[in-house]
């Protein structure tokens, strides 16, 4: 069974700390690694990773895939009170679409 | 552009009883996949309509059934409501499920 495990499962920091969020994961075919940000109800997309080593960058987010090690990591440097919502994690499978998720990193900021 | 819709955005029903969630896709998406989310968890697949037809389904009981119309619109069914089916339900659509997935804002079921 795939299995999707997110550390740590909450963090508080202050507004200009940088944070690293941890994925790892366990599929029989892997095809994708996609991240999401989930502030209130719908999680919103951020990154899809599907190679190795190639870092995925957006403003003050970026994300980077290890096939070998089977883990991402999503950094937000300069962190704002914006920030706060629950990261997701979720993997997908070359045998279908499905998406597996882990339980969510809950990042809260401080002022 | 409208994104995913989904109806209602709230409900609360009784144990026992039945009810249908309804999920609109992004325009052009062609796939709509549902997902359950229990209070700080995250979110688990439940099924995938694709053509009209149910291409995958996660763990969920028989209890949980669904639909997929021309116009690419989606229902969830859930009958034999049981306490535990109160949940966040996430509808997303894809074009042909390989690219990212969008999500609708939900419906909130409480089921008391």
């Known amino acids: 069974e795939d299995k999707v495990v997110q550390s740590p499962l909450s963090l508080v920091v202050h507004e200009g700390d940088t944070v690293t969020l941890n994925c790892s994961y366990e599929?029989?075919?892997?095809?994708?690694l996609l991240w999401y940000k989930q502030e209130k109800k719908a999680p919103t997309f951020l990154f899809m990773l599907?190679?190795?080593?190639i870092e995925k960058k957006s403003g003050r987010l970026s994300s980077i895939l290890d096939k070998k090690e089977l883990f991402s990591i999503l950094n937000i440097t300069a962190t704002q009170t914006g920030d706060s919502a629950v990261y997701l994690c979720a993997v997908k499978e070359t045998s279908g679409s499905r998406l597996t998720f882990g339980e969510g990193t809950q990042l809260t900021v401080n002022p | 552009d409208a994104g995913v819709t989904q109806s209602p955005t709230h409900l609360i029903k009784t144990r026992g009883q039945q009810v249908t969630l309804r999920c609109s896709p992004k325009?052009?998406?062609?796939?709509v996949s549902w997902y359950q989310q229990a209070l700080g968890q995250g979110p688990q697949f439940i099924f995938q309509?694709?053509?009209?037809?149910?291409?995958q389904r996660g763990n969920f009981p028989d209890r949980f059934s669904g639909h997929q119309f021309p116009n690419y619109s989606s229902e969830l069914n859930v009958n034999a409501l049981l306490l535990g089916d109160s949940a966040l339900y996430l509808c997303?659509?894809?074009?042909?499920?390989?690219?990212?997935?969008?999500f609708g804002q939900g419906t909130r079921l409480t089921v008391v």
């Open positions: 599907t190679s190795s080593g």
């Open positions: 325009s052009g998406h062609d796939t």
């Open positions: 599929v029989t075919n892997f095809r994708s």
């Open positions: 997303a659509s894809s074009l042909g499920g390989l690219g990212e997935a969008f």
């Open positions: 309509y694709y053509e009209e037809e149910e291409r």
